[in-house]
């Protein structure tokens, strides 16, 4: 099971940095991403991180937001600076042991995910 955390209310041009904690698991068999879903939009990819430590992101969050994990933690981070209020979302992790680099961005293509975290970024 995932657990993501960290989420909250920030100012425009703000940081906050979640966390994606596994239990029953280790999170050092997986590749993990992170997506974002805005109400009344669908869920859309936000970071991935795959067992290499080799990372991807969205053009949108590109040079914002960093990713990161330690295995030794059972723990992946998005660290999230110069925050937008089109960042606003619920916030989930997401693993899968197999997933290729090429379907990353692929929601359906991951087996477990957490419950989600709110982040709400006011102008």
């Known amino acids: 099971q995932l657990q993501a955390s960290g989420g909250g209310l920030v100012q425009a041009g703000g940081s906050l940095r979640l966390s994606c904690v596994a239990s029953?698991?280790?999170?050092?068999?997986?590749?993990v991403g992170w997506f974002r879903q805005a109400p009344g939009k669908e869920r859309e990819f936000v970071s991935g991180i795959r067992l290499s430590g080799s990372t991807m992101y969205s053009d949108s969050v590109k040079g914002r937001f960093t990713i990161s994990r330690d295995n030794a933690k059972n723990t992946v981070w998005l660290q999230m600076n110069s925050l937008k209020p089109e960042d606003t979302a619920v916030y989930f992790c997401?693993?899968?042991?197999?997933?290729?680099?090429?379907?990353?961005?692929?929601?359906?293509?991951?087996?477990?995910w957490g419950q989600g975290t709110q982040v709400t970024v006011s102008s």
């Open positions: 029953g698991r280790s999170l050092s068999g997986y590749h």
């Open positions: 997401a693993a899968d042991r197999s997933i290729i680099m090429s379907t990353m961005k692929a929601p359906k293509e991951y087996d477990y």
